[in-house]
């Protein structure tokens, strides 16, 4: 999910930035609220996405 959001931060726009600032420093409930309220966003930055980058492959 780390990934996700530093692609949110990277290639966002304003909101998806400041959203990924506050992911960071949530706890863990509030971090499953951020996710699930902006799933749609998860979803266009995470896995898959054009702009997800897994450094692990």
Not at 29 to 47: D, M, Q, T, V, Y
């Amino acid at each position: 999910m780390h990934r996700t959001f530093a692609a949110m931060e990277q290639h966002g726009g304003g909101f998806c930035r400041a959203l990924a600032q506050a992911w960071y420093v949530a706890d863990r409930s509030n971090k499953a609220r951020i996710e699930a309220a902006f799933a749609h966003l998860i979803e266009n930055f995470g896995p898959g996405s054009a702009y997800y980058r897994d450094d692990t492959h």
